[in-house]
C-alpha cells in the first residue's frame, strides 16, 4: 500500500506564504490524480485542490482561486501545494491523497472519491 507523507505546515501570519510537499513512497501514484484537502476544527473535510496524473489539468474550490497552486513532479513522486496572501480562514489540517480511479479529478472534489492519505500537516493563520 502507497504511502504518503506531508511536510511543509506551520505558523504564519495573515498575507504569508507556505508551500506542502507531499511525498509518496511508490511511483504508482503519478497514474492517479492526486488532490489537498483540508479540515478544521467542528467542520467537514474540504477539497481544496487537485491534479491530474499529468499535472495539465488543475481544480479549485473557489476560496482558493488565484491564491493557491497546486502542482507535481512525478520523476519525485511529489505534490505540492503553494499557498499564497493567507488568511485565518485556511487555518486546517491539510491532508493529500490519491483518488481512488482514474487520472481526471472529479470537480468539485469529493473525499469518498479518494483512497489513499497522508496523515495531514497542521498550517495555522494568525490575524
Known amino acids: 500500500q502507497v504511502q504518503l507523507v506531508e511536510s511543509g505546515g506551520g505558523s504564519v501570519q495573515a498575507g504569508g506564504s507556505l508551500r506542502l510537499s507531499c511525498s509518496a513512497s511508490?511511483?504508482?501514484?503519478?497514474?492517479?490524480?492526486m488532490g489537498w484537502f483540508r479540515q478544521a476544527p467542528g467542520k467537514e473535510r474540504e477539497g481544496v485542490a487537485g491534479?491530474?496524473?499529468?499535472?495539465?489539468?488543475?481544480v479549485y474550490v473557489d476560496s482558493v482561486k488565484g491564491r493557491f497552486t497546486i502542482s507535481r513532479d512525478n520523476d519525485k513522486n511529489t505534490l505540492y501545494l503553494q499557498m499564497n496572501s493567507l488568511t485565518p480562514e485556511d487555518t486546517a489540517i491539510y491532508y493529500c491523497?490519491?483518488?481512488?480511479?482514474?487520472?481526471?479529478?472529479?470537480?468539485?472534489?469529493?473525499?469518498?472519491?479518494?483512497?489513499?492519505w497522508g496523515q495531514g500537516t497542521q498550517v495555522t493563520v494568525s490575524s
Open positions: 491523497a490519491r483518488a481512488r480511479y482514474g487520472g481526471f479529478c472529479s470537480d468539485p472534489l469529493a473525499p469518498g472519491d479518494f483512497a489513499v
Open positions: 511508490e511511483d504508482s501514484v503519478n497514474m492517479y490524480c
Open positions: 491534479t491530474s496524473s499529468t499535472g495539465l489539468r488543475t
